[in-house]
């Protein structure tokens, strides 16, 4: 599938489930409870500012931003229709220092060294490769910046299982585009994220299996 029509499908079923994406998210366990977690660590940043890659519709910037209210904090999203649903939010909760826009996370719109640490979670998957998205989120960092990320674990044995992976496909109709009758084509491995992000220029790179996620942490400079 060209990049292109892979995006474009992505914007489009985002942008359709923008409304009703939150209730459906909260209600999965593993990923609650990594959110969490990324949040309480992303509390340990005091001041300065966190990008949230693929914000979706902020679920993690709000997060952070109850726990650490000195921090800026920009979202980005693809999709036009989750950044509205995130903005409003933010209005109503008159919240200045968070930011929403529309973006693209291969061609991050900010300038070189701009965050300390930069969150992206379930995202890399709707990506053609990762060297792009790792390079720019290299870029954007700060020295001494983290990043934290997280998405589905390929190889993991949940969802390789065949009434898992079924489970899985009718829950997110999306991911069976991207699906090859020989396995996920739009997951990633633990290798291949710790390949990429070392061969980006990342050090201290940490990826950890969490049944069926992964969660890599590294560090640029
Ligand atoms: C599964 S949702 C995750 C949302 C959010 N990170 C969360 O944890 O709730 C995936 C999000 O990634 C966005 N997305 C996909 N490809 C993207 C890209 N290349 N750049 C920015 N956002 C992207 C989608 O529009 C969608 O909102």
């Known amino acids: 599938m060209e990049a292109s029509h892979r995006k474009a499908l992505v914007r489009a079923f985002y942008s359709e489930r923008a409304g009703s994406y939150d209730n459906e998210i909260k209600k999965h366990p593993i990923l609650s ?18 990008l949230d890659l693929g914000c979706g519709s ?16 920009v ?4 999709s036009d ?3 509205r649903v995130a903005k409003k939010r933010a209005v109503l909760h008159g919240n200045s220092r968070l930011i929403f826009l529309v973006g693209d996370m291969e061609r991050i ?6 965050f300390d640490l930069v969150v992206c979670i379930n995202v890399i998957r709707y990506l053609d490769g990762l060297e792009d998205a790792f390079s720019d989120i290299h870029r954007v960092l700060k020295d001494k910046g983290w990043l934290i990320l997280v998405d589905g674990d390929r190889n993991s044995r949940e969802i390789n299982d065949q009434v ?22 739009m997951l990633f491995g633990q290798n291949e994220i710790e ?7 990342f050090r201290k790179v940490r990826v ?3 049944r069926m996620y992964l969660i890599a942490r590294a560090m640029k400079g």
């Not at 979202?75 to 693809?78: A, E, N, P, V």
């Open 33 to 50: 409870s990594i959110r969490e977690e990324i949040v309480r660590e992303c509390s340990l940043i005091r001041e300065g500012s966190i």
């Open 58 to 73: 902020g679920l993690t910037a709000f997060a952070i931003r109850s726990k650490s209210p000195g921090v800026k904090i």
């Open 75 to 78: 979202g980005i999203d693809i």
């Open 81 to 83: 229709e989750m950044v």
């Open 109 to 114: 719109p900010f300038k070189d060294s701009t």
């Open 164 to 185: 898992v992976r079924e489970e899985i496909l009718k829950k997110h109709p999306l991911e069976r585009e991207f699906v090859r009758c020989d396995g996920w084509s």
């Open 195 to 201: 390949d990429g992000l070392a061969y980006t220029g």
């Open 208 to 210: 950890e299996s969490r």
